[in-house]
């Protein structure tokens, strides 16, 4: 039986949903740090809401992908960090870095995001065989996919976004949500965490059964050797 697992980072850490392919009743794990997330954990195919292959000198072409997929939802896919950010350990110093490799600024939000992608990021480069079963998701490319390849039509913060979203995943995955809110504070897991997470463990299903979409080049790696893909 193989192990299907969707992630999406939080502010406590990875808030991770795993699912057995003839299983129902969907397990749920708050880690702390990715490490936690994959040590002793049995082999499953994973995916997770955080950039994984980053390029060297400018924008990845998965991530122009994606904005095009989605359309009026595509400003949700920020620009992935360059790999060189990644030694950053200020916001100036990430701005400088950024600014040398492809000439622009690193942005406040992908700045925050920075330490999980470098702990992701050394995890996977550490570990072929867990490289080669992880990858990259973005809910929303997740949710519309999900959607018969139609976008959300609201974002995702506002109550008609939640809505639209939760009825895929109800519709899926029954009882799940609320079974997830009641086990973790919101300072640790937000709503729209919870539902990304399930948004990735659907794709994780899609990857399982081939029916799962890559934008980006399957060619296209990175200095490490990771994929620039984005799954839905």
Same mark, same amino acid.
């Given at each position: 039986?193989?192990?299907?697992?969707?992630?999406?980072?939080?502010?406590?850490?990875?808030?991770?949903?795993?699912?057995?392919?003839?299983?129902?009743?969907?397990?749920?794990?708050?880690?702390?740090?990715?490490?936690?997330?994959?040590?002793?954990?049995?082999?499953?195919?994973?995916?997770?809401?955080?950039?994984?292959?980053?390029?060297?000198?400018?924008?990845?072409?998965?991530?122009?992908?994606?904005?095009?997929?989605?359309?009026?939802?595509?400003?949700?896919?920020?620009?992935?960090?360059?790999?060189?950010?990644?030694?950053?350990?200020?916001?100036?110093?990430?701005?400088?870095?950024?600014?040398?490799?492809?000439?622009?600024?690193?942005?406040?939000?992908?700045?925050?995001? #920075?330490?999980?992608?470098?702990?992701? /990021?050394?995890? &996977?480069? =550490?570990? %072929?065989? $867990?490289?080669? *079963?992880?990858?990259? !998701?973005?809910?929303?490319?997740?949710?519309?996919?999900?959607?018969?390849?139609?976008?959300?039509?609201?974002?995702?913060?506002?109550?008609?976004?939640?809505?639209?979203?939760?009825?895929?995943?109800?519709?899926?995955?029954?009882?799940?949500?609320?079974?997830?809110?009641?086990?973790? #504070?919101?300072?640790?897991?937000?709503? /729209?965490?919870? &539902?990304? =997470?399930? %948004?990735? $463990?659907?794709? *994780?299903?899609?990857? !399982?059964?081939?029916?799962?979409?890559?934008?980006?080049?399957?060619?296209?790696?990175?200095?490490?050797?990771?994929?620039?893909?984005?799954?839905?």
């Amino acid at each position: 039986m193989t192990l299907l697992r969707g992630v999406d980072g939080c502010r406590a850490g990875w808030l991770c949903v795993e699912l057995g392919q003839q299983e129902r009743l969907v397990r749920v794990r708050l880690c702390r740090s990715a490490v936690e997330l994959f040590k002793g954990a049995e082999p499953a195919i994973t995916a997770i809401d955080m950039p994984i292959g980053l390029g060297d000198n400018g924008p990845r072409p998965c991530d122009r992908a994606a904005r095009r997929f989605l359309r009026q939802r595509g400003s949700s896919v920020f620009p992935a960090p360059v790999r060189a950010v990644l030694a950053a350990t200020t916001y100036v110093q990430a701005c400088e870095l950024s600014l040398a490799a492809q000439g622009r600024k690193l942005s406040k939000q992908s700045f925050f995001l #920075l330490p999980k992608i470098r702990e992701l /990021d050394g995890v &996977l480069r =550490a570990n %072929a065989q $867990l490289a080669a *079963a992880t990858v990259e !998701a973005h809910p929303e490319v997740c949710f519309a996919r999900w959607n018969g390849d139609t976008p959300m039509l609201h974002a995702k913060k506002t109550a008609a976004g939640r809505a639209e979203r939760l009825a895929l995943v109800e519709g899926c995955f029954p009882g799940t949500v609320s079974r997830v809110r009641s086990r973790f #504070l919101k300072r640790e897991v937000a709503d /729209d965490d919870i &539902l990304d =997470a399930l %948004a990735t $463990l659907h794709t *994780a299903s899609r990857l !399982a059964d081939g029916s799962a979409v890559a934008f980006g080049d399957a060619d296209v790696r990175d200095s490490a050797g990771l994929p620039m893909r984005i799954w839905g």
